[in-house]
């Protein structure tokens, strides 16, 4: 899978999807040539004649075509005549930011690699290899370490870099992309994502100007803002065409930066935030990046989220959860906001045993006189009032019913005037000259600090052990507003990333030491959703967003990177409490059933037909749930471009299909509905397990599947396909 050819002083990737080419040349830097579908071979038919350009600086005098201002690096550096966005950059004593690193040598490791501090791409039994490229500064003393690795059976590429300081000076690291990629400018669009809290994962798709397209996070976490995600695509569709997309897998402040220059190069970077990242590393001193993912697809952007999908299944999600089925669960919120009580989450398990539940989640409200957002966090004591026995009972009580319990917790921050504080308010996120401020009338705890990770693992472990629940919702509610330790002296600019680091490390021994507790990733719902949390946390509450029309865009949008079985979505009561809408039972249902599915509304007190419409959709769910979050999943129409929404679950086999076609408003002039299902095999028949009418698979993805249009907003329909057999 990965060959260097001494002759042509190139480096080859190559596994049955896609092909990544690089070649040293004036046996110097280390210049990308390919990143896509799988080459047969490679003779450098794409290498360009270059030429001498005014102003542009050359190394070698007899050799001026030879310039770094047009050259395509794999890492480019600055104040070596690429004018460009660096992808590294390293401040001397002196403040002097001048380096030149020049190709060294080399390494292929038979496995992929592990990063000791941060999630990485699992090693498996797929075969897997890694290329370590090595580049050395011979006056700074310092190396820089480029990793790729290649899977036998995914077209997706692993990067990474680590800088180690050789010499016997300190010196500061003040960049450090995970991968930078150059590639020529082909009338290209850039799609990426942007959104707010209850409004994650907005498409955002546009041309390619001039200069530098930038985004990312600077909240201390990964934001609903601009999550880590960039594609490239040239009149691609959901169904075809090039895709070239990267991602990080790191749950802090990113960067992800996008640079057309004069001669329509184009420069795609992404990693830490430069504008909030720097790190002192003192001699023999080592820095790791977090590593990104660049991902190829020829079969447009539903090809391009399979990669991902198939490769976070593979790679990423702690493996014992890589099959389970997850349990099907009430969350008590929307119930009962803070007015949690013994006698309340007793009748929850009542109605839950009573209409198929698995799960019953008790949310925030049950500790220390938490009546509102502005109490109790860090004083994780059981509220007596509200739990006069406790609440193990309950957990016990839940048991005899086999259904398991859930609890929620905040962990990274505390409230003012806690026990928590007052004992500990050097614990506190804060800057030694201001008074820190509040965000959501908390503040955050100071995860740099091993202290507080200590205290925050023993909270979480004390629960599970004395209450034995197996479900925890991790919840973290604000971002960052003043970085800073008050009791460790490295420099501000360190902090961010090292209180990720402290969060990786609680979430690891929490994680490793309670393998079968599912725990869950929420921050306001998809506030830090990103692949670096997923490696410990399986699953993700994508939005506090529960309304049946602002659904379709958020979890379309998620699905271009993570798999369903990372999502969770709920069946909320309606009016719905985020936008007062009211939409059917029937599309909210839907919507949830297109992830790892749970209710969030009250189920003590309904009538006997809405019983029996609950209970019957929980029945249905879970003789669905391993085709929706096991089998593959395809986007069919996107409601950012149109009045519908539609998604399609199949097995691995192309032998079984579900099909929600969602269409929200009622237009007078359209007489029927008609979607298209490509993916299916068109050679075969597929009956409709309602209707019981066949279909052939090229006619339902050419001619299309008419449907009624009923007067009425919101609807949906529901469509399971089952293959017959073959056509003769």
């Not at 976070?312 to 803070?338: C, G």
């Not at 925030?364 to 509200?386: A, M």
């Not at 917790?409 to 050097?426: A, K, N």
């Not at 994680?511 to 959703?529: A, D």
């Amino acid at each position: 899978m990965i060959h260097y050819c001494s002759q042509t002083s190139t480096f080859s990737l190559h596994n049955c999807k896609v092909s990544y080419i690089m070649e040293v040349i004036e046996e110097t830097y280390l210049i990308h040539r390919y990143w896509g579908k799988r080459l047969s071979s490679y003779h450098f038919s794409n290498r360009p004649i270059l030429k001498k350009r005014t102003f542009a600086a050359a190394p070698d005098n007899e050799k001026l075509e030879v310039s770094p201002e047009f050259l395509p690096f794999e890492l480019p550096v600055a104040h070596q005549g690429d004018f460009r966005n660096p992808a590294v950059q390293i401040e001397h004593k002196n403040s002097e930011r001048i380096t030149r690193f020049h190709y060294q040598r080399y390494e292929i490791i038979n496995k992929a690699i592990d990063l000791d501090d941060l999630p990485h791409a699992r090693d498996t039994e797929e075969l897997a290899q890694t290329l370590i490229i090595y580049l050395f500064d011979p006056i700074a003393q310092i190396e820089l370490a480029l990793s790729y690795t290649i899977f036998e059976n995914s077209p997706v590429i692993v990067r990474s870099t680590k800088v180690n300081n050789q010499s016997e000076k300190s010196i500061k690291l003040t960049k450090l992309f995970s991968a930078s990629v150059d590639t020529s400018y082909d009338d290209q669009l850039v799609t990426t994502f942007y959104g707010t809290h209850q409004k994650e994962y907005q498409l955002n798709r546009s041309a390619i100007q001039h200069g530098l397209f930038k985004i990312g996070s600077s909240r201390g976490a990964s934001g609903p803002q601009y999550p880590p995600y960039l594609a490239l695509s040239k009149e691609a569709t959901e169904n075809k065409g090039d895709v070239h997309a990267m991602t990080l897998i790191y749950s802090g402040n990113h960067e992800v930066l996008l640079e057309r220059d004069q001669y329509n190069h184009l420069r795609l970077q992404i990693g830490l935030n430069s504008e909030t990242f720097s790190w002192q590393l003192n001699p023999g001193d080592s820095f790791q990046s977090p590593q990104a993912l660049l991902s190829h697809s020829d079969q447009g952007f539903n090809g391009c989220s399979q990669s991902f999908h198939h490769f976070f299944a593979d790679h990423l999600i702690p493996p014992i959860w890589k099959n389970q089925v997850r349990p099907l669960l009430i969350n008590s919120w929307e119930m009962t906001y803070y007015d949690v009580n013994e006698t309340l989450i007793k009748q929850l398990i009542d109605a839950a045993d009573e209409l198929g539940f698995e799960t019953v989640v008790l949310d925030d409200g049950w500790y220390s006189q938490r009546n509102s957002s502005k109490t109790s966090l860090g004083d994780w004591v059981i509220d007596h009032e509200k739990f006069p026995k406790g609440i193990q009972p309950l957990v016990a009580y839940a048991k005899k019913k086999n259904i398991g319990f859930g609890l929620w917790f905040e962990p990274e921050m505390v409230s003012p005037e806690t026990t928590l504080i007052q004992q500990h308010p050097e614990w506190v996120m804060r800057s030694s000259n201001y008074q820190p401020l509040l965000g959501r009338s908390q503040y955050v705890l100071d995860l740099t600090n091993r202290e507080v990770q200590r205290f925050i693992i023993d909270t979480v472990s004390q629960a599970i052990d004395t209450l034995d629940v197996s479900y925890i919702k991790w919840d973290m509610n604000r971002h960052m507003t003043d970085p800073f330790s008050q009791l460790h002296s490295f420099e501000a600019s360190e902090y961010s990333h090292r209180y990720i680091l402290g969060l990786y490390r609680i979430m690891n021994e929490l994680t490793t030491t309670y393998p079968n507790v599912l725990f869950e990733n929420c921050s306001s719902g998809g506030g830090r959703l990103d692949p670096g949390m997923l490696y410990y946390f399986p699953q993700t509450w994508i939005s506090d967003n529960t309304d049946g029309k602002d659904r379709q865009q958020i979890q379309y949008g998620a699905s271009y990177l993570f798999p369903i079985s990372a999502m969770t979505g709920h069946v909320s009561d309606v009016p719905n409490h985020q936008t007062n809408r009211t939409i059917s039972f029937e599309t909210r249902a839907a919507l949830a059933s297109s992830t790892n599915m749970g209710y969030e509304m009250n189920i003590t007190d309904l009538s006997p037909k809405k019983k029996e419409i609950i209970r019957d959709h929980l029945q249905e769910y879970k003789e669905e749930r391993k085709l929706i979050t096991q089998g593959n999943f395809y986007r069919l129409l996107s409601p950012f471009s149109s009045n519908y929404c539609a998604w399609m679950f199949t097995d691995k086999g192309m032998e079984q299909a579900i099909v929600y076609v969602f269409r929200n408003q009622y237009e007078v002039y359209e007489l029927s509905l008609l979607i298209k299902i490509p993916f299916l095999k068109e050679d075969c028949l597929y009956k409709d397990s309602v209707t019981e009418q066949v279909y052939s698979g090229s006619e339902l993805a050419n001619c299309g599947l008419a449907l009624e249009n009923s007067k009425d907003d919101f609807i949906v329909h529901k469509i399971k396909l089952v293959q017959i057999e073959k056509e003769l």
